[in-house]
């Protein structure tokens, strides 16, 4: 689960009443368009511990850390222990843990601030930009 703050970000640096679209960066674009790749993803090599990164929230079900690249200035993914490549491959039986990872995005964005809104966003294959092939 991807979390934004808005889709449209009011920046400090343009006059007051311009905005600037987030859109995914090329090279996002481009790991999307390549489809699924073999092999451990870089969220499964998170959860393993062979790529350091800051947990903001973690339980026996999920993690959710800040995004290193971020498309908003709050963005976070939270991501399920139990290797789903994506949600079209989630089984009826994965209920409770994509509940949870609702109410764990809820909780975490109210712990970031987000209190006037947010964006929960799930990318799905190549068509839909998926550029990771781990549930997030």
Request: net charge negative; hydrophobic share 40%; charged share 25%.
């Amino acid at each position: 689960l991807i979390l934004l703050d808005s889709l449209l970000q009011e920046r400090p640096s343009l006059p007051s009443s311009s905005f600037c679209l987030l859109r995914r960066s090329m090279s996002e674009d481009a790991k999307a368009q390549a489809g699924r790749p073999e092999g451990p993803t870089i969220f499964s090599k998170i959860l393993d511990g062979s790529i350091p990164a800051t947990f903001i929230h973690q339980d026996d079900q999920c993690v959710a850390f800040k995004d290193v690249a971020p498309q908003a200035p709050v963005h976070f993914l939270v991501i399920p222990r139990k290797p789903i490549a994506m949600i079209e491959e989630a089984e009826e039986t994965d209920g409770p843990l994509l509940g949870h990872m609702m109410l764990v995005a809820k909780k975490v964005a109210k712990e970031q601030g987000l209190e006037k809104g947010y964006r929960v966003v799930i990318n799905n294959g190549v068509e839909g930009a998926q550029s990771v092939y781990h549930l997030h």
